[in-house]
């Protein structure tokens, strides 16, 4: 008995996306398209240099990483960090559902 | 440890790193140091099992009467047992757990025993076979497998 | 009831199928409504498990003797929360515990991840699915606890090694570990199943993945703690395969926490991750195996019984599908991130990676050896102590001093000198340590006078880091030293927190290696009134006493306890003789020294009949510290798990549009 009950309530649950909306406008996944892709991943870039050089700085400022160390690097962390925003830039600028060829990007 | 450098003079360590790093940069240094140290892992492992062995190999008594040497012996306790394990020794009879054709074979057992030890259970000793018959064990080798937590023991 | 019982398990198979099919069309086929069915179904799934335990656990709690399993494992004179901790005795109510906490995450973690890894989720859903459908399948075709038999008067009670806290304890945890590591592993999969290689699989599961890990370590502490004390042997962990069933994936977890963060920074070692996280997964259902299906022969062996097969199937489908599935999406894992340097932080961590996962297949070899070894070669071997110890020692020492090196060096590419600069100090404090160690006679073992040096060294390290991190903040801010040290670690709770873990292993190892290198032990056989000596205690035999308890006779020996003049009480060890289970346990006698954190450690090996009692006496120093580092390890833990509201809203921010954002009507 509580068994049938359990069952039935459980088919309710399943059924219930349908039953909220038995016709609906779009019943498409909402996907992402490739532009929104590469902006996601063009912001994951942005994300991962910005935070590579406040890590640097942070690293430098408790003395972690000497001074000649610091320089040797800190060129390439912000020339990275600007090509990672200047590609989120561009990703941006360009129109929706807009395709590209695939081209090295920054890591 | 072993020395990853190999024989000789071993190079200042900047040399060395730089060396490394001038490799690194033309090819992949991640799958180099990875396949260096996947080489020396399996080195080290099949030195390691050549010289200590692979294991004690683990026989029933039907089985011990083909092999030499150290071997664990695992077999059901029947009979009763005699002695006392911190004296002269604990002696007992081991049969076959599996198998048709069971055989027995004593036991003289010093060290420890397990709780668990009685008669009907299993258990594991390590030792070797005397020329007369009887099994000496290794002191403290004795195992006992638990009477099924988890599962009552299909017959 | 039973009924009740069998009939929702029924409903979890159909509902977990139902996830594994419809998900998995929904996904491929791109339909809403559908992936949002599958969603539900599987959160339905946990509420029908739910039921399924609960009648269980009534079962347990009304005597109800007519199920098998309780019968098997529960009795009317047992304690309340042994009953309750009897559903887990058996393998039934073992899988069926696994079954509930895999239903449960996957409910939770469904859930959570709805707005920002929508359409990672269709792919989640079907994977989850479809381990539960195997679990699920094993309890309603294969092993139910809901067999009924003719009720007997009394049930068989439950075995006397079970009933102590720590077996109350030590089960849950560790399954929340090993289910845990599912999460990360369905969405690892999700991701290469949909083709989202962005870091969103890593960030949703970062702490999922914590969680299981912490749970699954601490679990296999409170169970070296109950070998300890409750099975008396003197030692905490005996290598045995039930034991590495657990170390191998928890060891498997600590590779992959690390090299997620790599992936984190700089885009590296996708490949390897995903491979990381399924061996992490495939590890667990194979301790699951191991432990439920007696093909190892153990001290915990269980007699073969029908569900190893299932059990192996399972597992050969986790490993083939995971390698077809990164097979497959290879080209799209690989980036252009290289590894600059071979002195960096990267190459580190790669190096603590390469040393955990050798462990973790050496201790899979030896685990494994015996079954293949008899399936080959027509013998079974046992691999004994001294290859554990062995590889323990050659990987574990590097990686304890690795402990102390990776979180001082520099992303990308350190200089030597560098480094020499920042490790001078730790260097010097542990080599210090080590010749003072060496006066003080510790060189009597030299993989434990390592140990010790190179603790002391992580140790260094990790004070400096915490020193240097608050004076640079006050130079900053001019706050007094506790706020500064307090912000430091607000602002930075992963960094501060993984040294407040670091730190628990480095106790760990210390107190290992203390009690392992370092113990004393003696034995003899003892008359009242004569006394062994061990490690600058006496003990003095006194008498033998017998109590009658709830459930079992107690017989202890007493003993006097001298140390260097001074009496230091009485020590009370024995054994317990169980009435209705018909067996008899080793009750040892443990003093811990506040103090110095050792402890003497009186077993009663034999009670002759005469009165006189064979002893077996160990000093264990520093073994306390052991459990010491757990507590310190969950410390750890919940710091790097604290949630950080800034670091939330940046995330909110990035993923924003991958949300739930085409609502119209609330559809969840």
């Known amino acids: ?48 240099a910005l935070a590579a050089l406040k890590e640097l700085e942070a690293d430098h400022r408790a003395g972690r990483i000497s001074d000649e160390d610091y320089r040797a690097v800190v ?33 | 440890m072993p020395n990853a450098a190999g024989v000789g003079h071993p190079p200042s ?28 892992v399996l080195a080290v492992f099949l030195l390691y099992t050549s010289l200590a062995g692979g294991g004690t190999p683990s026989v029933s008594p039907s089985e011990l009467a083909a092999k030499t040497g150290e071997v664990s012996l695992a077999g059901r306790v029947v009979g009763t047992p005699t002695g006392d394990a911190h004296g002269a020794g604990l002696k007992f009879v081991l049969e076959d757990i599996k198998g048709a054709n069971k055989q027995r074979v004593t036991v003289v057992y010093k060290g420890s025993v397990p709780d668990l030890f009685r008669v009907g259970r299993d258990v594991v000793v390590t030792g070797t076979q005397r020329a007369d018959g009887t099994f000496v064990t290794k002191p403290g080798s004795m195992i006992t497998k638990c009477p099924s937590k988890y599962q009552a023991a299909k017959t | 009831m039973a009924e009740l019982g069998r009939a929702a398990l029924v409903i979890t198979l159909g509902l977990s199928a139902y996830a594994l099919v419809a998900g998995a069309a929904a996904a491929a086929l791109g339909r809403r409504r559908l992936a949002l069915s599958a969603r539900n179904a599987l959160i339905a799934s946990f509420f029908s498990t739910l039921v399924a335990a609960a009648v269980l656990v009534a079962g347990f709690l009304r005597d109800d003797f007519s199920l098998a399993y309780v019968a098997g494992h ?3 004179a047992l304690p309340f929360a042994y009953k309750l901790s009897a559903f ?3 393998q039934e109510g073992s899988l069926l515990l696994w079954l509930l906490v895999l239903t449960g995450y996957s409910a939770l973690a469904v859930w959570f991840a709805r707005k920002r890894a929508r359409d990672l989720v269709v792919w989640v859903t079907p994977v989850l699915g479809g381990i539960a459908v195997g679990f699920s399948w094993l309890l309603v075709g294969v092993s139910s606890p809901f067999d009924t038999i003719p009720a007997p008067a009394d049930g068989n009670g439950l075995n006397p090694s079970l009933q102590n806290p720590y077996m109350v304890a030590h089960p849950v945890l560790l399954y929340l570990g090993y289910v845990g590591l599912a999460v990360p592993f369905a969405f690892a999969m999700g991701a290469l199943l949909s083709g989202r290689m962005d870091e ?3 960030v949703a599961t970062r702490r999922w993945t914590i969680v299981a890990w912490t749970a699954l370590g601490v679990g296999q502490l409170l169970g070296a703690h109950w070998a300890y004390q409750e099975v008396g042997w003197g030692g905490y962990y005996a290598w045995d395969p039930v034991e590495n069933a657990a170390l191998m994936p928890w060891l498997a977890a600590t590779a992959y926490l690390h090299s997620v963060m790599i992936q984190e920074k700089r885009g590296m070692l996708r490949v390897w991750n995903v491979t990381l996280v399924s ?56 980036t252009t991130a290289r590894l600059e340097s071979l002195v960096s932080r990267e190459a580190t961590f790669l190096y603590n990676n390469l040393l955990l996962v050798a462990l973790c297949l050496t201790i899979l070899w030896g685990t494994a050896w015996p079954i293949v070894s008899e399936a080959v070669r027509g013998e079974a071997v046992v691999v004994g102590r001294p290859y554990y110890d062995f590889f323990l020692r050659i990987f574990g020492l590097p990686l304890l001093l690795l402990m102390g090196i990776g979180p001082l060096v520099a992303w990308r590419r350190a200089s030597l000198r560098g480094l020499a600069r920042v490790f001078a100090w730790p260097a010097a404090v542990a080599a210090a340590t080590g010749v003072a160690l060496i006066a003080f006679g510790a060189g009597s073992s030299i993989p434990g006078l390592i140990a010790y040096t190179f603790s002391a060294f992580v140790l260094a390290t990790i004070a400096l880091e915490f020193s240097r991190g608050t004076a640079a903040r006050r ?16 602002r930075n709770r992963r960094r501060y927190g993984g040294y407040v873990v670091h730190a628990s292993v480095v106790l760990l190892a210390i107190g290992v290696a203390g009690s392992s290198a370092y113990d004393s032990v003696v034995e003899g056989k003892l008359a009242r009134g004569e006394s062994l000596a061990v490690g600058g205690y006496t003990l003095t035999y006194r008498n033998l006493t017998e109590k009658d308890a709830a459930n079992a006779t107690e017989i202890r020996a007493v003993l006097d306890v001298r140390r260097g003049g001074d009496s230091l009480g009485t020590i009370k060890a024995g054994k317990n003789a169980y009435s209705v289970e018909q067996q008899v346990s080793n009750e040892v006698g443990i003093r811990s020294d506040k103090l110095t954190g050792e402890d003497l450690f009186v077993i009663a090996e034999q009670v002759n009949d005469d009165g006189t009692v064979f002893f077996r006496i160990f000093v264990k120093p520093l073994v306390n510290l052991i459990w010491l580092a757990g507590l310190v390890f969950v410390l750890g833990s919940v710091i790097t798990l604290w949630p950080d509201a800034r670091e939330e809203r940046r995330l909110a921010t990035r993923y924003a549009t991958v949300g739930e954002r085409r609502e119209r009507t609330a559809t969840t």
Not at chain 2, 20 to 35: E, F
Request: charged residues 20%.
């Open chain 3, 88 to 90: 887990w005795g058996g």
């Open chain 1, 75 to 107: 060129g390439v962390l912000r020339r990275d960090a600007a090509e990672a925003l200047r590609e989120l830039d561009r990703v941006r600028a360009m129109p929706r559902g807009g395709t590209r060829t695939e081209s090295a990007k920054s890591a």
């Open chain 1, 1 to 48: 008995m509580l068994g049938a009950a359990l069952a039935v309530a459980v088919v309710v649950v399943v059924a219930l996306p349908f039953l909220r909306e038995p016709t609906p406008d779009s019943d498409a996944l909402h996907e992402l398209d490739a532009a929104e892709r590469e902006r996601l991943e063009a912001e994951e870039a942005r994300d991962r």
């Open chain 3, 74 to 76: 529960s009795s009317r």
């Open chain 3, 200 to 202: 969103r699989w890593i």
């Open chain 2, 13 to 40: 360590a900047r040399r060395l790193v730089s060396r490394l790093s001038v490799m690194a940069r033309s090819s992949s240094p991640a799958r180099l140091v990875v396949a260096l140290s996947v080489a020396a």
């Open chain 3, 475 to 490: 130079a900053l801010t001019g706050e007094s030293v506790p706020t500064a040290f307090s912000r430091l670690v607000g």
């Open chain 3, 279 to 334: 061996l992490a997964f495939c590890l667990s259902l194979f301790g699951t195996f191991l432990t439920r299906s007696g093909v190892v022969s153990s001290i915990h062996s269980f007699t073969q019984s029908a569900i190893g097969p299932w059990f192996l199937a399972f597992i050969v489908v986790a490993v083939v599908f995971s390698v077809t599935m990164i097979w497959l999406r290879l080209p799209q894992l690989r």
